[in-house]
């Protein structure tokens, strides 16, 4: 994603880092937008977010909310949460 | 309505175990060969409602049926059949611990992670409970074929619980034990 494309995400997906136990669902369900660190713990993909940004708060795209929900209501340890952009 | 009912509460049996192995599987992280970790999940959901399914079937039909003499009390108090009552009441006690286990499964996103979890550990209690009352109460109970479906499926069990408390366990233990305490990102 460009900047500009980072302006128009349709949401962001907030992954709470206290709760997150790296089991990999996540990046299973957007693996456009999410990858998984050596310790299995989800990274937003190359490129989404710009150098300095919060990690915790994935952009998504308009064709990914579908896939996000899915991952908030499957995460094993209810650390995902939908949040406006 | 006898004979289904004693099928029923077979097939229930195979599905519990089903169920308990790929939950395990589920919180290891891993996926199944080809399978990926999200359909472990959703298939440790659904094999354990159908497990729910087959022991509404199993209760049921045996509630019906005038040569079990089931009553209603008996699914939810223990010990009071006039049937094997000690092992039909571990049935009673295996379906009263998996309705408490379900409806916090399903309620999950309510009551929050911890009270999930807490209940959710009372599968590992209810198992073997259920186990004992398919074998102790089942009228061929003690049948090769029952037999034989028990011993596999608690041999799959104890090795799946002792892989849980192995040190290996976790997709990721190798690297997190390799690092002391992981680092979160
Ligand atoms: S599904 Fe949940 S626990 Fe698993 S990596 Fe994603 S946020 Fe973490």
Redesign the interface.
């Known amino acids: 994603m460009s900047a500009d494309s980072r302006r128009e995400a349709a949401a962001r997906l907030h992954i709470d880092w206290t709760r997150c136990d790296g089991r990999g669902l996540c990046a299973e369900l957007l693996p456009e937008a999410l990858s998984r660190d050596d310790w299995g713990f989800p990274l937003a993909a190359p490129g989404r977010l710009a150098v300095d940004a919060d990690k915790s708060n994935v952009p998504l795209k308009h064709s990914e909310l579908g896939a996000a929900a899915d991952a908030v209501k499957l995460c094993p340890v209810l650390a995902l949460r939908l949040a406006r952009p | 309505m006898w004979a289904f009912g004693r099928a029923s509460g077979f097939a229930s049996m195979l599905l519990l175990s089903a169920s308990v192995l790929l939950g395990i599987l ?2 290891s ?1 891993r996926p199944l060969v080809q399978l ?3 359909s472990v ?2 298939l440790h959901r659904n094999v354990s409602l159908m497990a729910v399914v087959f022991l509404i079937f199993h209760v049921g039909a045996l509630l019906l049926d005038s040569y079990a003499q089931l009553h209603v009390t008996d699914v939810f108090v223990p010990f009071l059949g006039s049937y094997r009552p000690f092992w039909q009441g571990l049935g009673t006690v295996a379906l009263d611990l998996l309705a408490a286990v379900v409806v916090t499964g399903l309620l ?2 309510r009551i ?2 911890r009270t999930f979890k807490l209940v959710h550990w009372l599968s590992y209690a209810m198992w073997p409970v259920a186990i004992a009352h398919s074998v102790g109460n089942g009228t061929d109970g003690t049948s090769a074929p029952v037999v034989a479906a028990v011993v596999v499926v608690s041999v799959a069990v104890v090795a799946a619980v002792a892989w849980r408390l192995s040190a290996g366990f976790l ?2 233990a190798r ?2 034990q390799l ?1 002391g305490q ?4």
């Open positions: 589920t919180r992280g990926p970790r999200v999940s959703l999950r996103h929050g992670q997709e990721t690297l997190r690092h992981w680092r979160r990102p």
